[in-house]
């Protein structure tokens, strides 16, 4: 959806990346062992009625089954300077922006952040509730049941507002710690065919296996929180179920819970854009990939883990990504008239937009976020469905080592591809 060549992306990044610079050349303020106030928070987001699943255009009516609650979590860091950031992640397909920038208006008014201290993340999983903040009067037939969609997406705004106040009216001392494992079933799904490129499984492809985890702990030492990441899609499961739940990730987060009670467990996405669970397609599959990340968490909280310290520097930005040109009105009608496709959707929304005389965008405003833990640690996080090239992308202008990156944060719009 998005066309862009990786030399112009480098460079829509720049302004990020440069402030970025000025924040690894910023003095340090000398870290204690405890220089970190951190709360935690957690709400189920399950439907209390069937909505439409999102993730797969062939599906044609509401879940059917709940296999698995799923939540949304908060994450409230302070360091020593006061300076405060807020982490959500989610059992989601991802937040767009319309669904986002509510939640972090709400957020300013009744707690004090500005945008950039707000980092909403997803799991992508395809077995959630789709989100819609309306029913639009060209969503077709058969989608009347949308309009659950629409109530459940303003109970879900609601529901995280409070989720975040909550975490940050339990900040307490804590101690933070990072490590690095590994995830052993991410595929590359870009098949390369005589015929061209196709979804399938490319087992020479790129992909980033890496498990990174943050170990929250208490003064004395005792685990409070992990928050722990993966880069592939929440895609074990495919369009022919119709059962909730939170894929891969959600089973993770409840098999290290059930090896910690009483600790809160956090997931959050990688660059996943062209990675697949393999092997996929069963509930058990789903299953059994879970207690495979999830073993590798537990493993590492049980490893040597690096520190942490503050301050806390953060960077929030907006790349203005090309669009590709519109194609002619004759082009675009023919694109629509292919049922069940994504191009047809995409082209039908364009129609839509230019029968109402809208002028189409040429640029979409990707949002980059940025998070430096003093000189232990770099977060950054990337919007929409971000592909594996742009780790080395990433490495390369910020150095390989320290650095977790994260896609699917704040918008997702779509994919976000390399050249």
């Given at each position: 959806m998005?066309?862009?060549?990786?030399?112009?992306?480098k460079?829509r990044?720049?302004?990020?990346?440069?402030?970025?610079?000025?924040?690894?050349?910023?003095?340090?303020?000398?870290?204690?062992?405890?220089?970190?106030k951190?709360?935690?928070?957690?709400?189920k987001?399950t439907?209390?009625?069937?909505?439409?699943?999102?993730g797969?255009?062939?599906?044609?009516k509401?879940?059917?089954?709940?296999e698995a609650?799923?939540?949304a979590?908060?994450?409230?860091?302070?360091?020593?300077?006061?300076?405060?950031?807020?982490?959500?992640?989610?059992d989601?397909?991802?937040?767009?922006?319309a669904?986002?920038?509510?939640?972090?208006?709400?957020l300013?008014?009744?707690?004090?952040?500005?945008r950039?201290?707000?980092?909403?993340?997803s799991?992508?999983t395809?077995?959630g509730?789709?989100?819609?903040?309306?029913?639009?009067?060209?969503?077709?037939?058969?989608?009347?049941d949308?309009?659950?969609?629409?109530?459940y997406?303003?109970?879900?705004?609601?529901?995280?507002?409070?989720?975040v106040?909550?975490?940050?009216?339990?900040?307490?001392?804590?101690k933070?710690?990072?490590g690095v494992?590994?995830?052993?079933?991410?595929?590359?799904?870009?098949e390369f065919?005589?015929?061209?490129?196709?979804?399938?499984?490319?087992a020479?492809?790129?992909a980033?296996?890496?498990?990174?985890?943050?170990?929250?702990d208490?003064?004395?030492?005792?685990?409070?929180g992990?928050?722990?990441?993966?880069?592939?899609?929440?895609?074990?499961?495919?369009?022919?179920?119709?059962e909730?739940?939170?894929?891969?990730?959600?089973?993770a987060?409840?098999?290290v819970?059930?090896k910690?009670?009483?600790?809160?467990?956090l997931?959050?996405?990688?660059c996943a854009?062209?990675?697949?669970?393999?092997?996929?397609?069963?509930?058990?599959?789903?299953?059994e990939?879970?207690?495979t990340?999830g073993?590798e968490?537990?493993?590492?909280?049980?490893?040597?883990?690096?520190?942490?310290?503050?301050?806390?520097?953060?960077?929030?930005?907006?790349?203005?990504?090309?669009?590709?040109?519109t194609?002619?009105?004759?082009?675009l009608?023919?694109?629509?008239?292919?049922?069940?496709?994504?191009?047809?959707?995409?082209?039908?929304k364009?129609?839509a937009?230019?029968?109402?005389?809208e002028?189409l965008?040429?640029?979409?405003d990707?949002?980059?976020a940025?998070?430096q833990?003093?000189?232990?640690?770099?977060?950054?996080?990337?919007?929409?469905?971000?592909?594996?090239?742009?780790?080395?992308?990433?490495e390369?202008?910020?150095g390989?080592?320290k650095?977790?990156?994260?896609?699917?944060?704040?918008?997702?719009?779509g994919y976000?591809?390399?050249a």
């Amino acid at each position: 959806m998005i066309h862009a060549r990786s030399a112009l992306i480098k460079r829509r990044l720049s302004p990020v990346l440069y402030l970025l610079s000025l924040f690894l050349t910023l003095p340090g303020v000398q870290a204690g062992e405890t220089d970190w106030k951190v709360g935690l928070a957690q709400v189920k987001i399950t439907p209390e009625y069937p909505v439409f699943l999102a993730g797969y255009a062939s599906r044609n009516k509401p879940f059917t089954k709940v296999e698995a609650d799923i939540y949304a979590k908060a994450l409230a860091l302070e360091d020593d300077n006061g300076q405060r950031v807020v982490l959500v992640t989610s059992d989601l397909i991802g937040f767009s922006a319309a669904v986002a920038e509510p939640i972090c208006e709400r957020l300013r008014d009744k707690a004090g952040l500005k945008r950039e201290q707000i980092l909403l993340n997803s799991s992508h999983t395809h077995t959630g509730p789709t989100l819609l903040v309306r029913k639009s009067d060209d969503d077709g037939e058969g989608t009347r049941d949308l309009e659950r969609n629409v109530e459940y997406t303003r109970q879900l705004q609601d529901k995280i507002v409070e989720l975040v106040l909550q975490a940050m009216a339990r900040l307490e001392p804590a101690k933070l710690s990072w490590g690095v494992g590994v995830c052993p079933f991410v595929m590359n799904r870009r098949e390369f065919t005589a015929n061209g490129v196709i979804l399938g499984v490319n087992a020479r492809g790129l992909a980033d296996r890496t498990a990174p985890i943050l170990r929250i702990d208490k003064p004395d030492g005792r685990l409070r929180g992990v928050l722990f990441g993966a880069a592939v899609h929440g895609t074990t499961l495919g369009g022919e179920i119709y059962e909730l739940c939170g894929d891969y990730a959600g089973f993770a987060q409840d098999y290290v819970e059930k090896k910690h009670p009483s600790v809160q467990v956090l997931f959050i996405m990688g660059c996943a854009g062209d990675a697949n669970p393999y092997p996929r397609g069963t509930m058990a599959l789903a299953r059994e990939h879970g207690a495979t990340l999830g073993k590798e968490v537990c493993r590492l909280l049980e490893s040597k883990l690096r520190p942490v310290r503050g301050p806390i520097h953060i960077a929030f930005d907006k790349a203005a990504l090309p669009l590709q040109p519109t194609p002619p009105r004759e082009e675009l009608t023919k694109l629509a008239a292919r049922k069940g496709s994504l191009q047809a959707w995409v082209a039908q929304k364009r129609l839509a937009a230019l029968d109402r005389g809208e002028k189409l965008p040429e640029h979409y405003d990707c949002p980059i976020a940025v998070w430096q833990f003093d000189d232990d640690l770099t977060l950054v996080g990337l919007s929409g469905e971000v592909v594996v090239d742009f780790v080395s992308l990433l490495e390369n202008a910020l150095g390989p080592n320290k650095l977790w990156l994260a896609g699917y944060c704040n918008d997702v719009f779509g994919y976000l591809p390399s050249a």
